[in-house]
């Protein structure tokens, strides 16, 4: 049997569900790509330049840095780091990890001209979730 046809065996579009794309999911509403780049940094602290050149290299839109091992206090200077980054970019939007424990940590980094927003962020110490609003 063809592998194609034993996929189409197995396979159930029972468990798929129909998902409304709105204007919200664009970008400004233009026929663009967004170049989102995910890095998985292991403690960011002796790697800013690493990192900057990294996102300069990709020409990312938008960065998603997880694991910094950020202190909620006491690490700012790192962050300030990222600040020495190409032209365009705004300030990094950095969420420490849970208070009183090692690890964890997201930083966030974008095109300025994105205008995004960062609405609905919960307080230090709890799961990160947040929202963006491009535009």
């Given at each position: 049997?063809?592998?194609?046809?034993?996929?189409?065996?197995?396979?159930?579009?029972?468990?798929?569900?129909?998902?409304?794309?709105?204007?919200?999911?664009?970008?400004c509403?233009?026929?663009?790509?967004?170049?989102?780049?995910?890095?998985?940094?292991?403690s960011?602290?002796?790697?800013?330049?690493?990192?900057n050149?990294?996102?300069?290299?990709?020409?990312?839109?938008?960065?998603?840095?997880?694991?910094?091992?950020?202190?909620?206090?006491?690490?700012?200077?790192?962050?300030?780091?990222?600040?020495?980054?190409?032209?365009g970019?705004?300030?990094?939007?950095?969420?420490?990890?849970?208070?009183?424990?090692?690890g964890?940590?997201?930083?966030?980094?974008?095109?300025?001209?994105?205008?995004?927003?960062?609405?609905?962020?919960?307080?230090?110490?709890?799961?990160?979730?947040?929202?963006?609003?491009?535009?």
């Open positions: 049997m063809h592998s194609d046809q034993r996929f189409k065996k197995q396979s159930s579009s029972d468990n798929l569900i129909s998902v409304n794309v709105t204007q919200a999911y664009s970008v509403n233009k026929a663009q790509w967004l170049k989102v780049l995910h890095l998985n940094a292991q960011i602290g002796n790697k800013t330049t690493l990192v050149d990294l996102i300069v290299e990709l020409d990312a839109d938008i960065a998603f840095i997880t694991e910094t091992w950020l202190k909620p206090k006491g690490d700012e200077g790192i962050v300030s780091q990222l600040r020495v980054r190409p032209d970019y705004a300030k990094p939007l950095n969420f420490a990890g849970t208070t009183g424990q090692s964890g940590g997201i930083c966030v980094i974008h095109f300025e001209s994105l205008g995004v927003q960062w609405p609905t962020l919960w307080p230090q110490g709890s799961v990160f979730r947040g929202s963006a609003k491009f535009c």
